[in-house]
T-cell receptor
Framework: EPEVTQTPSHQVTQMGQEVILRCVPISNHLYFYWYRQILGQKVEFLVSFYNNEISEKSEIFDDQFSVERPDGSNFTLKIRSTKLEDSAMYFC???????????FGDGTRLSIL | AQSVTQPDIHITVSEGASLELRCNYSYGATPYLFWYVQSPGQGLQLLLKYFSGDTLVQGIKGFEAEFKRSQSSFNLRKPSVHWSDAAEYFCAVGPPGSARQLTFGSGTQLTVLP
């Protein structure tokens, strides 16, 4: 069964550095999402992406964050000037149509030191 | 605004016992409803979904869930729990017919005793 894949599985970064989290959605999917889960908290929506543009973003997704689909397969989340509170598990998800469920990757655990 | 409540933070059951995890939602209309499971260090795996139709939906790993409109609930059940079911379970809702994002509950951690 096709899967959403995320790399790396664990990223350790110094505070203030930039980090790029990578995702390869399922190949025929059209809608893409990033969520995050701070340790011990619920999964929170960050941003959705469709037709090469952001369709919706949460209050969390401020100017520090950006997303890109640089080619036909990758979907990236960039976090500039990372802060300690950015430490979390970041999940990528994709879906084929609006009437299909989202499929999640295994996540990238981001640790900011 | 939509919200999802999972009132049980942690549930412990014995292997072979039945299980019910509660989920209540607040939404303007009947949303799409989902249950996801997260094993330690893993991602979110879809257990089952409800879009419309039969209010009792079957999922993977022997799980089922029942949508009750009058109670705004979508409780997850399994008749006989296996040790491998120990994980965290998340209920989520999404707007029907829309590709907008999911709203998750805070999760229920399931411990299975031998």
């Amino acid at each position: 069964e096709p899967e959403v894949t995320q790399t790396p599985s664990h990223q350790v970064t110094q505070m203030g550095q930039e980090v790029i989290l990578r995702c390869v959605p399922i190949s025929n999917h059209l809608y893409f999402y990033w969520y995050r889960q701070i340790l011990g908290q619920k999964v929170e929506f960050l941003v959705s992406f469709y037709n090469n543009e952001i369709s919706e973003k949460s209050e969390i997704f401020d100017d520090q964050f950006s997303v890109e689909r640089p080619d036909g397969s990758n979907f990236t989340l960039k976090i500039r000037s990372t802060k300690l509170e950015d430490s979390a598990m970041y999940f990528c998800a994709s879906r084929a149509t609006s009437n299909q469920p989202q499929h999640f990757g295994d996540g990238t655990r981001l640790s900011i030191l | 605004a939509q919200s999802v409540t999972q009132p049980d933070i942690h549930i412990t059951v014995s292997e072979g016992a039945s299980l019910e995890l509660r989920c209540n939602y607040s939404y303007g209309a009947t949303p799409y409803l989902f249950w996801y499971v997260q094993s330690p260090g893993q991602g979110l795996q879809l257990l089952l979904k409800y879009f419309s139709g039969d209010t009792l939906v079957q999922g993977i790993k022997g799980f089922e869930a029942e949508f009750k409109r009058s109670q705004s609930s979508f409780n997850l059940r399994k008749p006989s729990v296996h040790w491998s079911d120990a994980a965290e379970y998340f209920c989520a809702v999404g707007p029907p017919g829309s590709a907008r994002q999911l709203t998750f509950g805070s999760g229920t951690q399931l411990t299975v005793l031998p």
